[in-house]
């Protein structure tokens, strides 16, 4: 069933199929000559389809020779042309009625019968096309004739001869004779007999040209029948079947060696046996199948005969042999050739040869097929390709899911943050909101610093520290910039702007120290290189002593400081112009050295990174975002210690140098922050790092009163500061990224708004102070904190400061609320066995454990030098260890925190670390610390691009 034109149609396509070459094989009778000579009949047909050698063979003989070959058929010597017609040919001869080629042979030794037996076949089968033609009409048959025969290796067409009476029809085509055979002539039965009898006189005429050589010749008769092929294409009529039948009378098989000696005769010989044994050769070749070469060329008779011998049609041999035991030799090798014939396989076609019209439709048809076939193909593997991109997709689905989890965790936690600092600001200075709204620069409301010139126009001073959280994508030269191992991505930033202050705020004017040091100079190269200047520098508090913090290595280079007639230790303001006086930097920002000049720089100890841009407006702004130098700074307590003990027997130089400030620098930063034991802190980083400068670094803490403190400002132990704004300068927290732009708070309040799954940004001081909620709900949050301090192996003194500092405020719940969102991140992402990376450290559960074995360790060690003996045996007592036990200090550390069920327990477990660490008073920690540092205990809870992304999403 095809479609064609869009129209079903059922057609019987012609098909042919694969069959064995017919063989049987036909014994004469002993002719008079054999009779004479008194010869034998060595061969018997025992059955139709065998034949066997009648005497006995000798032990050699046996050996060689079988006794009994079968066959399709055998005929014996009384059997009649009829039958041998009927029997082993007739089926074959008449298939080219049906389209199919088909070809008789007769092959033998001479005189075995094959001219006798062939003359039979062909009249047969001539008539029986004859009456099958006459039983189909309407098929309208044309015949057509040829006969050729192969001699000495050259073929002669027997129609074409001098004198054939068939050169004068009129139908003569050149070697063929055609015959169209319609109603009249079908009526003329005589007609159609006396073709035959002109053939049979040609090939008498042929045999006489040849001088009685015709037994050495091959001889072809060939029958063409065309015929319309309406029974296989429907009413198509142009189409035409067409086939021939070959009636192939070969040449005697004998051997050379029987042949004539004489010259002609041999080479006769020779002509005749190329043709037999290429024949040969091929049979044999077929018979094993047609994978090899087969050497149709080699002869002309295998040549003409090539679709005949293993093609496309349908064969019969019939063999002819001679029963005479003096012929035996030949008989084999016939029975032999026989018997390899029966084993080639041919595959005869019908051959319909299409009319343009059935051509077209043949076409269409072969089209509609393939069409169908492509359709078929492009669902399978559409539908496999689909599959395989749907699990693809959901893959990715679930692995987004995953993401926006994570970024919805760390969404609600900056805005914790944000919100913390918020309300910090605003608690503490009533009239931030209301300096807001005076700024002078409303439609830029971020922060800005202006030109020196403009500066000096400026009538007023907003500082407006900025929640960048670490985007600095606005000019694609500073990420390139911050290849490094900077993490600045990983804790939110604060972008300090400070627009040009007022003349008439002489109060207002920047006093900085500058320092500025190679990696600076580095950072700021490539920022040189950037179209647009981004000056990344050190930004420190505005105190004159900061030059204490020089170590000696940086000493040579650092730069001149330039107080601008402040005298140190004076309390100036952060806002403001920020001077430089820095030869080195003026030399290398020449073509901006307009922005340096109001640049004040710190050493990189104790440095935030203070980025000023130029803006495409022409107004700068300052970053401070974290630096490498700043990363010591972020080190909390507990990783203090841990470094600390990391670094036992190496340079104490290298622990001073990492391990300078925090949270110690923060203390120093908020001036109600004041440790009983301060000095034992500090005593303590002196043994562990003997720096001097370190030292001195230390000791000024509580001896320089900075400037931030005088604004109430602090500085979150992840390395960055806020202020809080005191009447006269104008503070306002915000968050936002570089790349989209800047928004007002009210903004980001409207997306609290929209967006109230954070309680944090739901709940407010208020709402918890105001409410007898708030104790309860402190006492859950602190136990489930305590909980997860537990399972993210937090560190022993992050958890003593915190249960220390937040004993339930309703200003904690900021804090708390932060910390129980970082835990939980953290111990999620524990959970799902995933790593954090940390300052360039990956976390994991298992290094967590193993930081917090090393702290418990180290607190271990510290138990002889903080408690007295006594203290000691007292606990030992109270905790149940035995006086004598061995490793009974370890005990005593190991059973710290260890119940967090137990308040009573965790109370004292606070108390016993916080003596060892050397701060006994952290409640005078500033809260802040806790809120915006991301990096307390050992682990970062965020990644750079995840909470870059997370802001991005955000905003
Ligand atoms: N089955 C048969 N019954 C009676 N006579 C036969 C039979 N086969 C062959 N003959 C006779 O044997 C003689 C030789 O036969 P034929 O000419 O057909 O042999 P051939 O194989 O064609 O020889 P060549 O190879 O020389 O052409 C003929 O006189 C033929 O009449």
């Known amino acids: ?109 001479t005189s075995s019968g094959k001219t006798y037996t062939m003359t039979g076949i062909t009249e047969y089968a001539m008539a029986d096309i004859y009456d099958y033609i006459q039983r189909h009409k309407e098929r309208e048959f044309i015949l057509k004739f040829s006969a050729m025969e192969i001699y000495n290796e050259s073929v002669r067409d027997l129609l074409s001869l001098e004198g054939s009476p068939l050169q004068l029809r009129d139908d003569h085509e050149r070697g063929t004779v055609v015959v169209k055979l319609t109603e009249e002539t079908l009526r003329d039965w005589n007609h159609f007999k006396e073709l035959l009898s002109i053939c049979e006189a040609q090939r008498q005429i042929g045999e006489t040209s040849l001088n009685e050589t015709s037994s050495r010749s091959h001889q ?9 092929a309406r029974e296989f294409l429907g009413n198509d009529k142009s189409s035409t079947l067409v086939a021939s039948v070959n009636f192939v009378d070969l040449a005697g098989s004998e051997r050379a060696s029987q042949t004539s000696s004489a010259c002609a005769r041999l080479k006769e010989g020779c002509h005749i046996n190329r043709s037999l044994l290429t024949l040969g050769t091929v049979i ?23 679709s005949s011998l293993g093609g496309n049609a349908r064969t019969a041999i019939i063999c002819t042999m001679s029963p005479a035991q003096s012929h035996v030799e030949q008989s084999r090798n016939t029975l032999l050739f026989a018997s390899c014939a029966k084993e080639v396989i041919t595959n005869g076609q019908v051959n319909l040869v299409l009319s343009d019209k059935a051509l077209v439709k043949q076409m269409q048809r072969e089209m509609a097929r393939l069409e169908n076939e492509l359709r078929i193909a492009r669902t399978r593997p559409t539908s496999s390709i689909s599959d395989a991109l749907l699990r693809e997709k959901d893959l990715e689905i679930e692995k987004l899911k995953k993401e926006v989890a994570i970024l919805i965790q760390q969404r609600d936690l900056a805005w914790s943050v944000v919100e913390g600092i918020r309300q910090t600001a605003n608690n503490e ?24 010139d403009s500066l000096d126009s400026a009538n007023s001073i907003i500082v407006r520290p900025v929640l960048s959280v670490g985007v600095r994508s606005r000019c694609p030269s500073d990420i390139q910039s911050f290849t490094s191992e900077e993490n600045f991505l990983q804790l939110p930033d604060f972008k300090l702007t400070i627009p040009r202050p007022s003349a008439s705020s002489p109060q207002l004017s920047p006093r900085f120290s500058v320092f500025v040091g190679s990696t600076l100079r580095q950072e700021e190269n490539n920022y040189e290189n950037s179209e647009t200047p981004c000056k990344e520098v050190r930004c420190i508090d505005p105190n004159s002593s900061m030059n204490r913090y020089l170590d000696s290595s940086f000493s040579e280079s650092r730069p001149k400081i330039h107080h601008d007639g402040s005298s140190p230790g004076e309390n100036t303001t952060i806002s403001g112009v920020i001077e430089v006086d820095n030869e080195d ?7 901006s050295s307009d922005l340096n000049k109001n640049m004040v720089f710190e050493p990189p100890e104790k440095a935030y ?47 001073a140098k990492d391990f300078t400030e925090r949270p110690y620098n923060f203390h120093r930063k908020s001036s109600a922050l004041k440790f009983d034991h301060q000095g034992e802190a500090e005593e303590f980083i002196r043994n562990e790092s003997p720096n001097s400068s370190t030292s001195a670094t230390v000791n000024e ?25 005191t009447p006269g300068n104008q503070i306002s927290t915000d968050f936002h990224t570089s790349t989209r732009g800047t928004e007002e708070m009210s903004s980001n309040h409207k997306y609290d708004n929209q967006h109230g799954d954070s309680p944090v940004t739901n709940a407010t001081p208020e709402t918890y102070g105001s409410s007898s909620a708030w104790p309860s709900e402190f006492k859950r949050l602190q136990k489930e904190i305590i909980e997860l301090w537990r399972d993210c192996n937090v560190s022993l003194v992050h958890r003593t400061y915190f249960f220390l500092l937040f004993k339930g405020d309703p200003k904690d719940y900021i804090y708390m609320e932060v910390e129980h969102r970082r835990l939980s991140f953290m111990k999620n992402t524990f959970t799902d066995g995933h790593k954090m990376v940390e ?23 510290r138990i002889s030098k903080k408690l007295s003996k006594v203290e000691i045996e007292n606990l030992f007592r109270k905790w149940g260890i035995e006086l004598n036990a061995k490793q009974r200090r370890l005990k005593l550390v190991n059973l710290l925190w260890s119940d967090c069920n137990d308040m009573e327990h965790i109370a004292e477990s606070a108390a016993i670390v916080a003596k060892l660490a050397g701060f006994e008073n952290p409640e005078k920690t500033f809260k802040e610390m806790f809120g915006l540092n991301f990096t307390l205990g050992q682990h970062t809870p965020m990644r750079h691009n995840t909470l870059k992304r997370s802001v991005l999403s955000m905003l």
Not at 220 to 228: A, D, K, N
Not at 703 to 724: C, D, H, N, Y
């Open 839 to 861: 300052n360039g450290r990956v976390l994991t559960r298992a290094s967590s454990e193993k930081a917090l074995r090393r702290e418990r360790q180290k607190l271990c060690q």
């Open 429 to 452: 200075s009533p009239g931030a909101e209301k300096l807001v709204k005076v700024s002078s620069d409303s439609q830029y409301p971020k922060l800005r610093v202006r030109d020196r």
């Open 585 to 591: 930097i003026s030399k290398q920002e020449s073509k």
């Open 284 to 306: 044999r070749k077929l018979s094993k199948g047609k994978n090899g070469h087969i050497p149709y060329r080699d002869s002309k008779l295998t040549r003409i005969l090539q």
């Open 609 to 655: 990174l203070c980025q000023l841009k130029h803006e495409p407006y022409g107004c700068r702004s300052l970053r401070f975002t974290r630096s490498r130098s700043c990363k010591a700074s972020l080190m909390t307590v507990s990783q203090w210690i841990e470094k600390a003990e990391e670094n036992d027997g190496t340079s104490p130089v290298q622990n």
């Open 1 to 109: 069933m095809v479609v064609v034109d869009g129209r079903e149609e059922e057609v019987q396509e012609p098909t042919g199929c694969e069959e064995r070459i017919f063989v049987s094989v036909r014994l004469r009778p002993l002719n008079d000559k054999e009779i004479d000579r008194h010869d034998v009949s060595d061969w018997e047909c025992i059955s139709d389809n065998t034949i066997i050698y009648r005497n006995g063979l000798s032990v050699s003989e046996k050996s060689m020779y079988p006794t009994s070959y079968t066959f399709d058929r055998v005929f014996s010597s009384k059997c009649p042309n009829r039958r041998v017609y009927e029997e082993g040919a007739k089926e074959i001869a008449l298939s080219v009625v049906r389209g199919i080629n088909s070809t008789i042979f007769a092959y033998g030794q």
């Open 220 to 228: 072809i008769l060939r029958v063409t029948v065309e015929s319309s």
């Open 701 to 725: 803490l509580n001896a320089v009163k900075s400037p931030l403190e005088s604004q109430s400002s602090f500085t979150s132990a992840a390395g960055w500061s806020v202020r809080v704004p």
